[in-house]
């Protein structure tokens, strides 16, 4: 399956997760059967994937989000990214393309808002998904539930380390899973740290665009054309 060609790949219809993506879901499947447990291995409650462009993380991501938000009553997920446009035009949007995948009935369970998806009639059962500016080191605070999912997208554009260090003051609860995604386009910070620094909990995924199975025709060879 990791060999297979774009052309097999295609057969699917978008009905199939990448090897890739399905990797990635391995590593949170991993997580969240530490939950409840006494005693389990850090590394993974917390995950690192970094990539080229075009593997579908941002689908992968929305996906869990989904899965998190049925599967844990009372869940409470806090989504960000470096800019407005990842947030609302990116993950929102992919999260809206897995939504209606789902039977109708389900669909019907979450209500959204302008940066909230909650689940109806509840007021403390949600995804928010805000920006991370440099001023706003709040991006990932402020859950409190017995069952909490952090999610950070293009994590290495993220720079203000205050953003980290507060949602982290914020894991007081016994279940939760924190996923970081993102190109490596920096070697310093918390998403490089989280690559690169010995001795971090972390499960530490790495992927190729070239090893893809969606990554468009053309796209590798412009990259190297420009770079």
Request: charged fraction near 25%; hydrophobic fraction near 40%.
């Amino acid at each position: 399956f990791k060999n297979q060609s774009r052309e097999a790949f295609r057969k699917y219809e978008g009905k199939r997760f990448t090897w890739q993506q399905t990797v990635m879901l391995e590593a949170y499947n991993r997580g969240i059967h530490t939950f409840e447990q006494d005693s389990f291995d850090m590394a993974k409650r917390w995950l690192s994937a970094r990539s080229g462009r075009g593997i579908g993380k941002t689908g992968t991501m929305a996906v869990i989000a989904i899965h998190f938000l049925f599967c844990f009553p009372g869940a409470q997920i806090a989504m960000t990214a470096n800019t407005e446009q990842q947030v609302q035009d990116v993950f929102m949007k992919e999260f809206a393309i897995w939504k209606a995948k789902l039977p109708e009935f389900m669909q019907l369970c979450l209500v959204q808002t302008a940066d909230h998806i909650r689940m109806e009639d509840s007021e403390d059962w949600f995804l928010r998904a805000q920006v991370a500016r440099p001023e706003n080191t709040q991006a990932l605070a402020g859950l409190h539930g017995e069952y909490m999912l952090i999610i950070v997208d293009e994590c290495s554009g993220i720079t203000n380390s205050r953003v980290f260090e507060t949602m982290k003051g914020s894991l007081t609860g016994e279940n939760y899973f924190v996923g970081y995604w993102g190109n490596p386009t920096d070697n310093e910070g918390e998403f490089a740290d989280s690559q690169l620094k010995l001795g971090l909990p972390y499960t530490r995924l790495h992927f190729s665009s070239r090893e893809s199975p969606i990554v468009k025709p053309g796209f590798i060879e412009k990259m190297e054309a420009d770079y």
